[in-house]
């Protein structure tokens, strides 16, 4: 074959929405890696930084993430990940202080996947190890528990009229219980949803309207997160409500994706004067194909 028609394919394939392992697919949908909420979508992924810094009414924090994630079989994965906090309180007579977060496991499987719906629903198994630093906060007991996760695209709507301009969009979202497995209970809940609009989507199966690279790789989306400790030792607290509107960029290879975070509610706007979040995200089973493997 010639070799500039070997070129032109694989400049092709780069910037072409699908590849043969493509990340977070359902059918014709491929669903972002969330900044702050968690993906439905068992993968091959390397979370090499998911970078936040936040102005507090207390100072300053920062947190570098990253985890792990390998497919062990058709439909299920385990994760590995932690992070690396910094704390800057305003207060001087306050010290800095710094360490790694709790090691967090998790088995992820999908149990039911409707393609023709662009629909997955997934369950998982999340442990949290105490193993960080206490000084930036982090738990002295291990953790347990469930967690729900969706994602689902609104390819259903007929590819016909005004209406078929609402069928880049699709949501994903999980809800995780956390509770003690020891000590005195402190339980905790997380939970998200993020409403996504995918310029690859659009290009390839609604209407290709001549977006130029990099803006047909775009997929702008906003999260609402939301975390409450319950059964705590002063019962029930303020639930942290945040609206996190931000963009993605997402190729065969890569997703980066960059995001703001603003308090909702007010028990929330003491712990977020302003913030900024991001996420660098490989596609390991594209960059490294022999990684395309499953033990089950």
């Avoid at 190729?251 to 991001?278: K, M, R, S, Y």
């Avoid at 490989?282 to 395309?292: E, K, V, Y």
Wanted: glycine content about 6%; overall charge negative.
């Amino acid at each position: 074959m010639d070799r500039k028609l070997i070129a032109a394919l694989s400049l092709a394939a780069a910037f072409h929405p699908l590849a043969a392992w493509a990340h977070g697919v359902v059918g014709q949908r491929t669903f972002i890696e969330p900044i702050v909420a968690e993906d439905a979508n068992p993968k091959n992924e390397f979370v090499i930084a998911r970078p936040s810094w936040t102005r507090t009414a207390e100072g300053r924090q920062f947190s570098l993430a990253f985890s792990l994630e390998k497919k062990i079989s058709e439909n299920g994965s385990i994760t590995v990940g932690s992070a690396w906090l910094a704390d800057s309180p305003k207060d001087s007579d306050e010290p800095y202080a710094s360490g790694f977060a709790d090691l967090e496991l998790a088995y992820k499987y999908a149990f039911l996947t409707m393609p023709e719906h662009e629909f997955r629903l997934s369950g998982a198994l999340v442990l949290a190890l105490p193993t960080g630093n206490r000084n930036v906060g982090e738990d002295t007991h291990t953790r347990l528990g469930p967690e729900l996760l969706w994602a689902w695209g609104f390819g259903d709507i007929p590819n016909e009229g005004p209406w078929k301009y609402l069928r880049p969009f699709a949501i994903q979202g999980n809800f995780l219980y956390l509770t003690k497995t020891s000590g005195h209970a402190n339980d905790a809940i997380e939970a998200a949803n993020v409403l996504e609009y995918s310029a690859p989507y659009l290009s390839s199966f609604v209407r290709d309207v001549g977006l130029p690279w990099p803006l047909r790789n775009l997929i702008p989306f906003v999260e609402i997160d939301y975390e409450q400790i319950v059964n705590g030792r002063t019962n029930t607290t303020f639930p942290d409500i945040r609206l996190t509107p931000g963009v993605a960029y997402m190729d065969n290879w890569i997703e980066v994706a960059a995001a703001t975070q603003f308090a909702v509610n007010n028990a929330t706007i003491p712990e977020n004067h302003a913030a900024v979040l991001g996420l660098v995200d490989l596609f390991i089973d594209n960059l490294i194909p022999a990684s395309n493997w499953t033990p089950f």
